[in-house]
Every structure is written in structure tokens, then in C-alpha cells.
């Protein structure tokens, strides 16, 4: 089972940017979906999560408002729509999936993680 994030890169505050993650291997249509981060230093925390229908959605106070989280189920992918990009935004970030259908916001609830990919906001 591989979950392979991409997307990531440079981008001014201010400005957006769209991760994607494509899974392989297994099938993550009746799965919840999920976004880590981790900066330089720091734990790794909750981003965003998605039940396998799509229909809830969780976002950490931080990215309320201006991070999306979206899934594709036929095409086994997830995908977080970030805008208003800050610099504490920076970090490394994780695409995860688990076996459960509901959405959950603890790293505990995902079984599958990806490699992630860097994020990085310049002031």
C-alpha cells in the first residue's frame, strides 16, 4: 500500500498551493482520508480529514477557513486546497488513510501514511 503526496513546494504568504495524494495498492474508497504536517522541531499535528463519503470534513483552528480538503473517490485520490498561505504553514505534510470510514483527527485512527511533501511559505 503506497500513498504518495505531491504538490508541495515554495510559495509567498499569501499565495496558494494544492496537495494532491494518489493511492496504490488498496483501494481507499470506503476509507477516511487525512492531512499531517510537521515543522522542523515540532510534533506532527492535524491538518484536515475527510470521511469516506466526503460529507464531513474536520480542519484544525489553524487552517479553518482557508484550507480545503477534498477526496476523489474513483480515482483514489485526496487533495488539500490551501490559500491565504501563512509561514507558520511551513512544514513537512503527510497524506494519511485508515481502515475506519469516519473521519478522525488523531494520527492513532490512520494506518497508511505517505512520505509527504515539503511545504514552505516565505514572509
Known amino acids: 500500500v503506497q500513498l504518495q503526496a505531491s504538490g508541495g513546494g515554495l510559495a509567498q504568504a499569501g499565495g496558494s498551493l494544492r496537495l494532491s495524494c494518489a493511492a496504490s495498492?488498496?483501494?481507499?474508497?470506503?476509507?477516511?482520508m487525512a492531512w499531517f504536517r510537521q515543522a522542523p522541531g515540532a510534533e506532527r499535528e492535524f491538518v484536515a480529514s475527510?470521511?469516506?463519503?466526503?460529507?464531513?470534513?474536520f480542519y484544525a483552528d489553524s487552517v479553518k477557513r482557508r484550507f480545503t480538503i477534498s477526496g476523489d473517490n474513483p480515482k483514489n485520490a485526496v487533495f488539500l486546497q490551501m490559500n491565504s498561505l501563512k509561514p507558520e504553514d511551513t512544514a513537512v505534510y503527510y497524506c494519511?488513510?485508515?481502515?475506519?470510514?469516519?473521519?478522525?483527527?488523531?494520527?492513532?485512527?490512520?494506518?497508511?501514511w505517505g512520505q509527504g511533501t515539503q511545504v514552505t511559505v516565505s514572509s
Open positions: 494519511a488513510g485508515g481502515d475506519s470510514t469516519v473521519a478522525g483527527t488523531r494520527a492513532a485512527h490512520y494506518d497508511y
Open positions: 495498492g488498496r483501494t481507499f474508497s470506503r476509507s477516511a
Open positions: 475527510i470521511s469516506w463519503s466526503g460529507s464531513t470534513t
